[in-house]
T-cell receptor, first 116, second 115 residues
Framework: DGGITQSPKYLFRKEGQNVTLSCEQN?????MYWYRQDPGQGLRLIYY???????QKGDIAEGYSVSREKKESFPLTVTSAQKNPTAFYLC???????????????FGDGTRLSIL | GESVGLHLPTLSVQEGDNSIINCAYS??????FIWYKQESGKGPQFIID?????DKRQGQRVTVLLNKTVKHLSLQIAATQPGDSAVYFC??????????????FGKGTLLTVNP
């Protein structure tokens, strides 16, 4: 089945530690996104990538980093600079070319990150 | 109902009733809208979308209505079932950062279906 796979489902971070969240898609989508979801709030965009080897900051990129070396993969690293990392992290993808916003984004089932 | 940027509201209905979830959007340049369903501990699931050149679109048991005059979007669920219990949120698409497009998501409405 085609879809988006996020791993791990739960992740714990120690103070001063960097952690990496995995996102893989087999939908052949060009564009991929990372969002952060906090209780009672909407999704906030961290980073997005329209094509391989290219990515742009979203609204809350500070303390995060990404890479896009392969079309299928868009890992997110939560660095020690992110002082409030506890949240539900969602990865999404969409077919693009041109006005990729006019296509629904498809989501993975998220990674819940907590601080030890 | 919800507004992109407001406190999470709740809606409680009886099984078999129709549900209406509302969403107010702020950007008059938004030209594409999506409704998502999110169950606890899972990612958002696409329900239905609508473009700004339409005012109504129907799916299986769901209908989305768009009123561009008052910048209002609604999701109607017919014959609501217990499996429909979830958080529903709308998203609007508009130009962001020049030539890019970005989806802006509302905070959601919690729908509870009572058997």
């Amino acid at each position: 089945d085609g879809g988006i796979t996020q791993s791990p489902k739960y992740l714990f971070r120690k103070e001063g530690q960097n952690v990496t969240l995995s996102c893989e898609q087999n939908l052949n989508h060009d564009a991929m996104y990372w969002y952060r979801q906090d209780p009672g709030q909407g999704l906030r965009l961290i980073y997005y990538s329209q094509i391989v080897n290219d990515f742009q900051k979203g609204d809350i990129a500070e303390g995060y980093s990404v890479s896009r070396e392969k079309k299928e993969s868009f890992p997110l690293t939560v660095t020690s600079a992110q002082k409030n990392p506890t949240a539900f992290y969602l990865c999404a993808s969409t077919s693009s070319a041109g006005r990729q916003g006019n296509q629904p984004q498809h989501f993975g089932d998220g990674t819940r990150l907590s601080i030890l | 109902g919800e507004s992109v940027g407001l406190h999470l509201p709740t809606l409680s209905v009886q099984e078999g009733d129709n549900s209406i979830i509302n969403c107010a959007y702020s950007n008059s340049a938004s030209d594409y809208f999506i409704w998502y369903k999110q169950e606890s501990g899972k990612g958002p699931q696409f329900i239905i979308d609508i473009r700004s050149n339409m005012d109504k679109r129907q799916g299986q048991r769901v209908t989305v209505l768009l009123n561009k005059t008052v910048k209002h979007l609604s999701l109607q669920i017919a014959a609501t079932q217990p499996g429909d219990s979830a958080v529903y949120f709308c998203a609007e698409n508009a130009v962001w950062g020049g030539s890019n497009y970005k989806l802006t998501f509302g905070k959601g409405t919690l729908l509870t279906v009572n058997p």
